[in-house]
């Protein structure tokens, strides 16, 4: 059964980081994609950064580059995304999702299995 956990969410000042862990198991393919996506109150779910089983690479939305780094443990089942400088806007649901596909993909609709979501607050 694929499983995707995501921990680390909570209360940032503006201006402060935060690092989310998307913990994944039971995967069909050892080729996959994990994505970062965030859907804030009122608006439809967005892609930020997406990283490759196979050879690591990384793919990040325009607007999210420079703010958002995502990296995979050694295992490649444990993806990080670290998030600094963050802003209001970023108040959000942030989910990490599996593609099983060779190629990093930001399209929410491409993506198979979902975590449950880690609430982000960027308030002071």
């Known amino acids: 059964q694929v499983r995707l956990v995501e921990s680390g969410g909570g209360l940032v000042q503006p201006g402060g980081s935060l690092r989310l862990s998307c913990q994944g198991s039971?995967?069909?393919?050892?080729?996959?994609?994990i994505g970062w996506f965030r859907q804030a109150p009122g608006k439809e779910r967005e892609g930020i950064a997406c990283?490759?089983?196979?050879?690591?690479?990384?793919r990040y939305a325009d607007d999210m580059k420079g703010r958002f780094f995502v990296s995979r443990d050694g295992d490649k089942l444990t993806v990080q995304l670290q998030m600094i400088s963050l802003i209001s806007e970023g108040t959000a649901v942030y989910y990490c999702?599996?593609?099983?596909?060779?190629?990093?993909?930001?399209?929410?609709?491409?993506?198979?299995?979902w975590g449950q979501g880690a609430q982000v607050t960027v308030s002071s």
């Open positions: 039971g995967f069909l393919s050892d080729t996959y994609g």
């Open positions: 999702a599996v593609h099983f596909g060779s190629y990093c993909a930001l399209d929410s609709r491409l993506f198979d299995f």
């Open positions: 990283i490759m089983s196979t050879d690591g690479e990384t």
